[in-house]
């Protein structure tokens, strides 16, 4: 119940936030699009590896990207920090209501982001509140019922919840959106 109680705290602080936050949305494909975010919490070696290539289809399409990522423990493993082309927080950086407390997460959320992909899978409200913050013009994630006014294209994966359909997802929906945009 304390922790409901913390949530509902830390809900009411991201929704006063979010009154004065102002983002200017457009749609992009992976080709149209300079910058893009991508977003995911993972605690587990598989998941990351497909976060990892995932990434690289991304660079091989000329994109800049930027990963953050939340470790769902108070230290995050040497084995995460030691690869390039990541920025990561942990537990350690949460603050008593569950919001993020670090600079890394700030600058992400003030990022120029053409894109922002969303790969969490599950509940996560330290994600959700940098999600939600984010500048980035458009947003993707998977389908939520607690998202539906904050991204801008919602992958459907209830069949199959994993982080791996999620990127099939998006892979197949981004470039469909290509003669739409140019």
């Known amino acids: 119940m304390f922790r409901k109680i913390r949530t509902k705290i830390g809900e009411s602080i991201l929704r006063r936030k979010l009154r004065?936050?102002?983002?200017?949305?457009?749609?992009?494909?992976?080709?149209?699009?300079?910058?893009?975010?991508v977003l995911f919490k993972t605690n587990d070696s598989n998941e990351f590896q497909l976060v990892k290539n995932f990434l690289h289809y991304l660079r091989e399409l000329d994109n800049k990207v930027i990963a953050l990522s939340y470790i769902?423990?108070?230290k995050i493993p040497d084995y995460y920090l030691l690869v390039k082309g990541f920025n990561f927080f942990s537990r350690k950086s949460i603050n008593f209501?569950?919001?993020?407390?670090?600079?890394?997460?700030?600058?992400?959320?003030?990022?120029?982001?053409?894109?922002?992909?969303?790969l969490t899978i599950?509940?996560?409200?330290p994600i959700?509140?940098?999600s939600v913050l984010s500048k980035a013009?458009?947003?993707?994630?998977?389908?939520?019922?607690?998202?539906?006014?904050y991204y801008d294209l919602m992958?459907?994966?209830e069949k199959d919840k994993s982080i791996a359909n999620l990127i099939e997802g998006i892979k197949y929906y981004i470039p469909l959106f290509a003669g739409k945009i140019h």
Do not use: T, W
């Not at 599950?122 to 409200?125: A, Q, R």
């Open 97 to 118: 209501f569950y919001l993020p407390q670090n600079p890394i997460v700030n600058d992400f959320i003030e990022q120029p982001l053409d894109m922002l992909i969303d």
């Open 137 to 149: 013009k458009f947003k993707i994630g998977m389908r939520q019922k607690r998202m539906e006014k």
């Open 128 to 130: 959700k509140y940098i």
């Open 72 to 74: 769902d423990s108070k």
């Open 122 to 125: 599950d509940e996560s409200f």
């Open 155 to 157: 992958i459907d994966i």
């Open 20 to 37: 004065m936050h102002n983002r200017k949305r457009c749609m992009y494909d992976f080709h149209s699009a300079q910058l893009i975010g």
